[in-house]
């Protein structure tokens, strides 16, 4: 069992940054395969980024591409967002998930664990 809490979010400028975190508990971290995700108001969850076990491989939506980076640190049990240049299309809660295969670290209906979600604006 794991218990994911997302911290971070906010109310950002457009061109502006913000870093998500989501801090898991139990000492399995490192066995897990992490990713975000966001829904939008009026929309499906959405796949965003994942994360190897030790890091590697990363992949990412094309639509933050380039402007998100995923990172993790098991030593603290916690899996990073690192969001710039934020698009008013950006708005949506941003929810951790935690999987123990790579697919389902990717799929926004299959994935094992889910934190509680924190609230990302970017305001035009």
């Known amino acids: 069992q794991v218990q994911l809490v997302e911290s971070g979010g906010g109310l950002v400028q457009a061109g502006g940054s913000l870093r998500l975190s989501c801090a898991a508990s139990?000492?399995?971290?490192?066995?897990?395969?992490m990713g975000w995700f966001r829904q939008a108001p009026g929309k499906e969850r959405e796949f965003v980024a994942a994360?190897?076990?030790?890091?590697?491989?990363?992949e990412y939506a094309d639509s933050v591409k380039g402007r998100f980076t995923i990172a993790r640190d098991n030593a603290k049990n916690t899996v990073y967002l690192q969001m710039n240049s934020l698009k008013p299309e950006d708005t949506a809660v941003y929810y951790c998930a935690g999987a123990i295969t790579w697919y389902k670290a990717r799929d926004p209906f299959d994935t094992d664990y889910w934190g509680q979600g924190t609230q990302v604006t970017v305001s035009s």
């Open positions: 994360i190897g076990r030790s890091g590697v491989p990363t």
């Open positions: 139990g000492r399995t971290f490192s066995q897990y395969y």
